[in-house]
């Protein structure tokens, strides 16, 4: 590895190995073999960006935690340095300037303290235990809902249409407060979104849709509070805390991060289990909710569907792993290659349900870390092994290679998994 002195971002180095999240077709549930190399390298290494740039991969589970929780490393991706991963990325960001803003209207996951936590702790309830708690019935009800609906159509059938994306969108319009007459029109949108085959017009028509919809609903629930997130920051609105445009985006922010996110961890995690019979019979024949918490940790620490790497930006020189990032470079955290960090995590290839998982990053690390996990964790607790056990005899009724995985985006899941019994 060079020396500190070397590593600056100036003069492009061609030897520098280029940034790459390609998956190999015959392990598609493994981390990209390019991360991997990186990884033996090193915690902390060099990548070229498609546009030459060059930026710091974060292997290291140490270093992506040291880092991710670093007060001189920013989110921002308005900022000189942070890393884009396309064309698009540059050109939204261009569009976004050119129109004198400073936001990406993705809410606080894309903005610094102090103002991320300013409107971040404006949610913050709404995913206590006690609240998460409560939604864990009606999250039973839509499981057990969808999957009688499974076992009296045809099959096979397609585990993310049928199962896999309606548990989520059903429990965060719950979580919102959207009425349930409007249950439709909202999953359609959202799944409009999150499919493949829409083009970026009817994409950005149907984000448009929800993001009209969510103001309309806000402005229902400035009238008529309830008990949920929206009315929630209706109350914030009313004290003079919040704009509402603030809180439109926030409704928009909380609906797509915990939409495709947990659907991706039900499509794979059940392909998992499927791969791996002895580990589905024990999670299947369990009723020890410890067991089941760690088997649903274990399998976000092995799939680690929020690949490719977090973006950041250094503000100031940071000096780690016997490198110095400087201000104004950018920083990759990894989070799939730092979940299989051999000296924290031992065999970390195979998939253990009984390993204590606890400390994977699946779900981001320091400020920006995942606001949703407890409601994640529920959902997953709930529906793995309501399936498991209402279908104990599920298969795959596709060849692995026939499974269409989502290899670009942020999320990493499948676009369909066809499964019988
Ligand atoms: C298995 C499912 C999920 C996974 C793997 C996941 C993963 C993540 C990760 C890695 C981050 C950090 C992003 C960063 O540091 O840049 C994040 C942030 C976030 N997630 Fe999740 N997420 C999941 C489900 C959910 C759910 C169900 C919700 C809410 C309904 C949610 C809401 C959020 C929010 C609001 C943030 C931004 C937090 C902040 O910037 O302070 N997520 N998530």
Not at 84 to 89: A, F, M, V, Y
Not at 110 to 134: G, N, W
Not at 285 to 314: F, N
Not at 336 to 351: Q, T, Y
């Amino acid at each position: 590895m060079t020396g500190a002195a070397a590593n600056t971002t100036s003069g492009t180095p061609l030897d520098t190995p280029e940034y790459n999240i390609d998956r190999s077709a015959r392990c598609p549930l493994d981390p990209a073999p390019a991360m991997r190399a990186r990884q033996a390298e090193g915690p902390l290494v060099r990548v070229r960006l498609w546009d030459g740039t060059l930026a710091w991969l974060v292997t290291g589970w140490e270093e992506h935690r040291a880092l991710m929780s670093d007060q001189r490393v920013s989110v921002d991706p308005f900022r000189p340095g942070a890393p884009k991963l396309s064309p698009g990325e540059v050109a939204a960001i261009d569009v976004l300037k050119k129109e004198g803003k400073r936001s990406t209207g993705t809410s606080f996951i894309l903005m610094d303290d102090p103002e991320h936590a300013r409107l971040r702790r404006m949610v913050t309830s709404a995913f206590t235990i006690k609240r998460v708690e409560a939604l864990r019935p009606p999250t039973q009800r839509i499981t057990d809902g969808l999957i009688d609906t499974m076992l009296a159509g045809p099959k096979p059938v397609d585990l993310v249409e049928a199962l896999a994306l309606p548990v989520p969108s059903l429990v965060i319009s719950n979580l919102l407060g959207v009425p349930y007459d409007d249950h439709e029109f909202f999953q359609a949108n959202s799944k409009t979104i999150i499919n493949r085959e829409t083009t970026a017009a009817e994409r950005s028509a149907a984000r448009g849709r929800l993001v009209d919809y969510l103001d309309g609903l806000l402005g229902e629930k400035l009238a008529q509070p309830r008990e949920d997130l929206l009315s929630g920051l209706a109350e914030r609105i009313k004290a003079g805390e919040l704009a509402r445009e603030d809180a439109t985006e926030m409704g928009v922010l909380m609906l797509f991060a915990g939409h495709e996110t947990t659907a991706n961890m039900i499509t794979l995690g059940t392909l998992a289990l499927l791969q791996h019979p002895d580990q589905l019979a024990l999670l299947r024949d369990t009723e020890d909710p410890k067991l089941i918490a760690s088997a649903v940790d274990e399998l976000l620490r092995y799939l680690t569907i929020t690949h490719g790497g977090q973006r950041r930006v250094a503000l100031a020189d940071i000096e780690i792993a016997g490198q110095v990032i400087r201000a104004g470079e950018g920083v990759i955290p990894v989070n799939e290659i730092a979940n299989r960090d051999p000296s924290v995590f031992p065999d970390p290839d195979r998939l253990d349900l009984r390993r204590d998982a606890r400390r994977h990053v699946a779900f981001g690390f320091g400020v920006h870390q995942c606001l949703g996990q407890p409601l994640a964790r529920m959902e997953l607790q709930v529906v793995y092994p309501t399936l498991l056990r209402r279908i104990p005899t599920l298969a795959l009724a596709a060849d692995l290679a026939e499974i269409p995985f989502k290899h670009d985006g942020f999320v990493y899941g499948a676009y369909r998994l066809p499964v019988t019994w």
